[in-house]
């Protein structure tokens, strides 16, 4: 490249030079809107995918206080039954 008052002349050997590099610039950046484009693909799927075990969670928790409440009041109940169990027998054996 020469400058010339203000003005830049660039070879035929340059200028052939710079539309390679300029294809293969191009080319790249294709590949990466195709990579970036594919990423966001994932994203989307992996976001859904999250959601959904959210959700998932989200009943399995409430399904398991569920249980814990009936097993607490299977509990309660069984220690009542123990409890009037135990005043039978001592006011029976008496």
């Known amino acids: 490249m020469a400058k010339r008052g203000g003005s ?14 300029n294809i293969e610039l191009e080319r790249e950046v294709e590949e990466m809107k195709t990579q970036m484009i594919q990423l966001w693909h994932r994203t989307v799927v992996a976001e859904e995918a ?3 075990l959210c959700s998932q969670l ?3 928790e409430v399904e398991s206080l569920d249980q814990a409440r009936d097993y ?3 509990m309660l109940f069984l220690m009542d039954q123990i409890s009037r169990l135990s005043s039978s027998s001592v006011v029976s054996s008496s």
């Open 8 to 21: 830049v002349t660039v070879s035929a050997e340059e200028m052939e030079e710079l539309r390679r590099r």
């Open 58 to 60: 989200a009943e399995l």
């Open 50 to 52: 999250e959601e959904r």
């Open 72 to 74: 607490h009041g299977r």
